[in-house]
């Protein structure tokens, strides 16, 4: 009777253990199956911020920051002073309106240079960033200064 009993004990491990082996499997397929689904989602809009923010950057930071230094210009700083004043604003703004768009928005290494009296050359490097696609933009815009 004991040979009975334990033999029945083997037969009911052997039978759980395949059952763990059949659970894995079919879990493993259900992980394989749920990626490849994933892959056949359509096109998501929202995943261009990165382009879309970096062409709203573009189109606008040259005018914004030509208003912002005629600003102060007109409040009575020098050229090259104003002109830094309104990219750091601006740069600002940017930093603003990138969390607003859930990406991020820097200016980095930025260089103003005086090129004459009427012209000061703004350079910097544009990163935009949504946490999955990344954005190098080398910037490169010229001010005019108003003589008042």
């Keep these: 009777m004991r040979s009975t009993s334990l033999r029945d004990a083997q037969a009911g ?3 759980l253990a395949t059952g763990v082996v059949l ?3 079919l879990l493993s397929m259900a992980i394989f199956g ?3 689904a994933g892959l056949t989602l359509p096109h998501d809009p ?3 911020d990165v382009i879309d923010t970096t062409e709203q950057v573009l189109e606008s930071i040259q005018p914004l920051t030509q208003a912002r230094m005629d600003l102060w210009i007109d ?3 020098e050229p090259l002073e104003a002109a830094e004043l309104g990219f750091d604003t601006v740069h600002d703004d940017f930093l ?3 969390e607003l768009r859930g990406v991020e928005i820097k200016l980095t290494n930025m260089v103003l240079t005086e090129v004459d009296a009427t012209t000061i050359e703004v350079s910097a490097e544009l990163g935009v960033s949504d946490g999955e696609a990344m ?4 910037v490169v815009f ?6 008042s």
């Excluded at 954005?135 to 080398?138: C, F, G, I, S």
């Design 23 to 25: 659970l894995m499997s």
């Design 135 to 138: 954005l190098n933009y080398d």
């Design 34 to 36: 749920v990626k490849v």
């Design 46 to 48: 929202a995943s261009d």
């Design 96 to 98: 603003h309106h990138g």
């Design 75 to 77: 409040g009575g700083l």
């Design 13 to 15: 491990q052997m039978l």
């Design 142 to 147: 010229t001010l005019d200064v108003q003589s």
